[in-house]
């Protein structure tokens, strides 16, 4: 098994654990600070709310993207709480990967019953 997917199983173990302890219908918040949580337990490096700069013309912009989580400086996690997921969301978490130069991510809808339903690993 490759790092980059025994990472993003723990990160998905951690979400799931977040998602059976509080359940759908809170805040991207909430969610962010209980996973944020749920990851220093598990001592998985994290930087959440990370400034994702573009690059425009040999111009480094702080245009206010924002990364959700970035894990151990290889794994982009973008949270949602909203009804269902839009191709918007998947074009969004592309384009963090291409910002970031990583090679995966993962999008996470905690607003489902069933958190595994709610999950897409996208891989450039």
Excluded at 7 to 36: N, W
Excluded at 52 to 73: H, N, Q, S, T, W
Aim: charged share 20%.
């Amino acid at each position: 098994m490759y790092p980059e997917q025994t990472l993003t199983q723990q990160i998905i173990g951690a979400a799931i654990e977040v998602h059976k302890a509080i359940g759908p219908g809170l805040l991207e918040s909430a969610y962010q600070a209980c996973l944020a949580q749920e990851l220093r337990l598990r001592n998985v490096a994290f930087e959440t709310e990370k400034p994702l700069p573009i690059m425009y013309k040999g111009a480094k912009l702080d245009c206010g993207y924002r990364l959700d989580f970035l894990i151990e400086g290889r794994v982009v996690v973008e949270i949602k709480s909203i009804e269902t997921l839009l191709p918007i969301h998947e074009a969004q978490i592309l384009t963090y990967l291409r910002l970031t130069q990583c090679k995966i991510g993962l999008l996470i809808n905690f607003n489902v019953p069933v958190l595994k339903n709610g999950i897409k690993r996208i891989i450039l």
